[in-house]
């Protein structure tokens, strides 16, 4: 009897006030209490017309569709959830249950799997990945989007061939998806196939060509393959686009030394230094130019600041052995 007060409370509210959302809200759940599904439905549906991302409704909306085992529309407001908080780590465990408890009673539901892949994806549960998405790849061979993110995963676990051969695969059919070529480039960057990355960077900056990650790691292949000139203009255009990129100060800075330009490199490697005065690596490449520059005490000074944070540091020690 108390459920139905409520109820007749909720109507004569809802006649007043018929798009108050928590009305709609609180009357569906009163509803699911009297396992009257349907009509809690109806309400969920009416407060997400007015508040489409309302987290809580999502919930209650997703769990009164697995009651009526209409799954697939279950498991969209649950993705839609993980979508609204990605970073929200219990919600991506309880959701994960969810899927599971679907695939239980549909083993090979494809949109389970897939969304429980790309949550434990957001979890970096990797194998586990792996394992929802060879399966939905069985069911669903022809899904492009799915190749890649199985690619992404063997990439994260170092599986470099595997992932090659799902990027390949997948940029056959979409040739121009910049995410692919910008993940397949840094595969070929690490595995040192300097000619093979720089075709893909060019090819992605062709499309996107103030993208700085991407000239970014096109000018440390120019530096690592010592052309200098070509490095020094991709460093310019992050810093032009960026104001500041700690990292692409060291590596213009580097490349400044390598062009013997030493007062410009000095330049860099001070300012890095202002904003990291622990960073190794900038007080070495410092402590070198000022060698370059024949400034003795600056350059000890430096590896000796060095050497006191890294006393093992085998550059440095012979670079102040030097400079002794």
Not at 2 to 30: C, Q, V, W, Y
Not at 53 to 73: A, C, F, M, S, W
Not at 192 to 207: G, I, R, S, V
């Amino acid at each position: 009897m108390f459920h139905h007060d409520k109820l007749n409370d909720f109507k004569k509210s809802l006649e007043i006030n018929p798009n108050n959302a928590e009305l709609l809200r609180m009357r569906g759940i009163t509803y699911i209490q009297l396992k009257k599904y349907n009509e809690a439905l109806t309400d969920f549906n009416k407060s997400l017309e007015i508040q489409p991302n309302n987290v809580h409704v999502l919930r209650l909306q997703g769990k009164t569709y697995q009651k009526l085992e209409k799954y697939n529309k279950a498991l969209k407001d649950f993705n839609k959830l993980l979508e609204l908080e990605p970073n929200n780590r219990y919600l991506h465990e309880e959701i994960i249950e969810k899927y599971s408890k679907i695939l239980e009673i549909e083993p090979n539901n494809a949109l389970a799997v897939e969304f429980r892949g790309v949550a434990y994806k957001q979890l970096k549960n990797y194998y586990e990945v792996l394992t929802d998405f060879n399966k939905y790849l069985e069911i669903q061979p022809n899904n492009v989007f799915v190749l890649r993110l199985r690619g992404e995963t063997y990439q994260k676990l170092e599986k470099y061939d595997k992932a090659l051969t799902d990027f390949n695969n997948f940029l056959i059919k979409i040739p121009y998806n910049t995410l692919a070529l910008r993940l397949r480039g840094e595969i070929y960057l690490k595995s040192e196939k300097y000619n093979e990355a720089l075709t893909d960077f060019d090819k992605l900056l062709e499309l996107e060509p103030d993208n700085t990650l991407v000239l970014r790691l096109r000018g440390e292949i120019y530096l690592k393959s010592e052309k200098y000139n070509e490095a020094l203009t991709d460093f310019d255009k992050v810093l032009e686009l960026k104001l500041y990129d700690d990292l692409v100060k060291r590596l213009r800075g580097e490349t400044y030394l390598q062009l013997k330009n030493y007062n410009k490199a000095l330049i860099d490697f001070n300012d890095l230094l202002e904003f990291e005065p622990n960073n190794t690596l900038a007080l070495r490449l410092r402590g070198e130019t000022y060698q370059k520059l024949e400034k003795y005490n600056e350059a000890l000074t430096d590896f000796n600041n060095l050497l006191k944070k890294d006393p093992k540091n085998t550059l440095a020690l012979r670079s102040r052995g030097e400079t002794l």
